[in-house]
């Protein structure tokens, strides 16, 4: 009541347009009445998965003012590292079960982590989501500059610093190396983890493959110390 039509019409126009590029929900079950309910009061209370970065950091602004680093990025990742996600074989490659996902997105955008999580795919699979999700983790206008770069690594890495976005996407540096460290459990080498795990929701064209190669340089060179304590 007493809400303009075209408050719904923007933000219904908005996530058609996103579901054009990637797709509608996956999964067997259709939605919930919880989600339909999420999904509704989403209008007003915009969602951790699907807004850029400044909503991400203006949502949590109130809950965590002294955080650098989006929460539900920090504490995925923590949930992965905890179900010992970085000895799992295929961990970023093997999908979780999707309904699962599913559910948990839903509790993470209520700022809930459900207890008794024991799959590592699960967080990782919905940590990747929220990478796909989230508007231009690299800005698009920064594309050409990284594709040119792509068989130097200083000017590579030195294209990531120069991101405002760069604490972002470092923090996924240290997940990623401690997945590479394990490289006989996990399966999963630099060759593997970035071409085919992360760099399609990183930098993203669907002509030009040759982003997964700058994010491989920017994994292998990449000195993420200044992030040491940083949340």
């Not at 002509?207 to 000195?223: M, T, Y």
């Amino acid at each position: 009541s007493g809400v303009a039509i075209s408050t719904y019409a923007k933000y219904c126009y908005r996530k058609l347009t996103k579901a054009a590029l990637t797709g509608a929900k996956k999964g067997l079950q259709k939605p919930c009445l919880e989600e339909i309910k999420h999904a509704r009061n989403a209008v007003f209370s915009p969602s951790m998965f699907g807004s850029s970065l400044e909503e991400v950091m203006a949502l949590q602004k109130e809950r965590y003012p002294d955080r650098q680093l989006p929460w539900v990025q920090t504490r995925l990742s923590e949930e992965v590292l905890g179900l010992n996600g970085d000895q799992t074989e295929g961990i970023f490659r093997v999908p979780g079960d999707i309904d699962e996902v599913n559910a948990l997105k839903l509790q993470v955008d209520q700022w809930k982590i459900p207890t008794g999580l024991e799959d590592p795919h699960i967080p990782a699979s919905l940590l990747k989501l929220w990478y796909r999700e989230l508007e231009e983790p690299i800005p698009h206008e920064f594309y050409n500059e990284c594709i040119e770069h792509y068989e130097n690594p200083e000017a590579a890495v030195s294209v990531v610093l120069g991101l405002i976005n760069k604490s972002v996407l470092c923090y996924s540096h240290p997940l990623s190396s401690s997945t590479l460290t394990n490289v006989s459990i996990t399966k999963m080498d630099v060759a593997t983890t970035w071409p085919w795990c992360m760099a399609p929701n990183c930098l993203r064209c669907q002509d030009d493959p040759q982003g997964d190669v700058l994010l491989r340089e920017h994994i292998q060179q990449l000195d993420t110390s200044f992030l040491d304590g940083v949340l």
